[in-house]
């Protein structure tokens, strides 16, 4: 089988290395396409691929459309809300993705943008700690529970809040869960947003939501920025000077958040997974998963069913 690895993005060298060991010993053949710039380029590439392991590669109906052998598509990641699953599933094409395997480098990730917000972005004024404060974590998946063990290194006080997790299952990790969304906004000094890109959660975080938060509050993002309402935020952060929004996804109005200065920090390309461990840990898995899959006919992680 031919599998393509298709990463405008691309995966750390070592993580690749891994993916075609794993791949070429299951006697499959590997095709690479990394930091393509244009989506001609991908199309050719998908050309008589059996299948695909892909970032936040857009995988449209267009991609799907590109093999008439396409079988199996996993994203080595999370979310995956840039591939059409509908779609996908349509054509019969399995969409998996590898949950968990880049969680901890995305939550180390939060954790460095949240000192450097305290510490006023490193500008030689005194800042504060993060011991003592109060986090929100908005969803209790891989990411929110790594989020959860490190803060409390950080002797922070721990909250969140999931609609789709038991309380019990929050609680069991020493974290105090919250009644709704509302609440964990108005308890805490920092909320870290984990939630997924769906209809429910498109622009959620809003002027009402964040407006909750108590005077010098904190919103860090390493989810998706369509989870944010970019212009009643920028609204928010010019009446509320005592706010500060620190994230890993650039917004598209990312040069209106910049006249915050001081106030707001971007990483200048979405980097929470983009550690070598993380990569390798996920496309290891994406590869392991596309060789059960032809071997065994495994649809475990299957997203689409
Ligand atoms: C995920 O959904 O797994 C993370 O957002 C990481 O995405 P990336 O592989 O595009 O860095």
Not at 188 to 215: F, Q, R
């Amino acid at each position: 089988m031919k599998v393509l690895i298709a990463t405008e993005k691309p995966f750390a060298a070592t993580a690749v290395e891994g993916i075609k060991a794993e791949i070429e010993a299951a006697g499959h053949e590997i095709v690479l396409l990394e930091k393509y710039t244009d989506k001609i380029q991908l199309l050719d590439a998908v050309k008589n691929a059996d299948a695909m392991i892909v970032r936040s590669d857009k995988i449209d109906s267009d991609v799907l459309d590109a093999s008439d052998k396409l079988k199996i598509v996993v994203r080595a990641g999370a979310g995956y809300d840039s591939i059409d699953t509908e779609y996908a599933k349509k054509k019969g094409i399995v969409i998996e993705n590898t949950p968990g395997q880049n969680a901890n480098a995305v939550a180390e990730l939060v954790f460095g943008l949240l000192v450097f917000a305290v510490r006023g972005f490193y500008n030689g004024k005194s800042g504060t700690e993060l011991k003592g404060k109060k986090l929100g974590i908005l969803a209790f998946g891989n990411v929110g529970r790594n989020v959860a063990r490190i803060a409390a290194g950080f002797g922070m006080e721990v909250y969140a809040y999931d609609a789709y997790c038991p309380k019990e299952v929050i609680e069991s990790a020493g974290v105090k869960p919250m009644e709704n969304q509302e609440e964990l906004f108005c308890t805490c000094d920092i909320v870290s947003l984990h939630i997924p890109a769906t209809h429910e959660t498109k622009e959620s975080i809003n002027y009402a939501m964040v407006g909750k938060m108590k005077k010098g509050g904190i919103l860090v993002n390493t989810a998706r920025k369509e989870v944010i309402n970019e212009p009643e935020l920028i609204k928010l952060l010019a009446e509320r000077t005592d706010l500060k929004f620190v994230t890993d996804i650039k917004p598209d109005a990312d040069s209106e958040f910049a006249k915050f200065e001081g106030r707001y920090f971007s990483t200048p390309k979405k980097m929470g997974a983009q550690t070598s461990e993380a990569n390798t840990n996920a496309g290891i898995a994406a590869a392991k998963q596309i060789n059960s899959f032809f071997a065994t006919g495994d649809t475990r992680f299957q997203v689409n069913k």
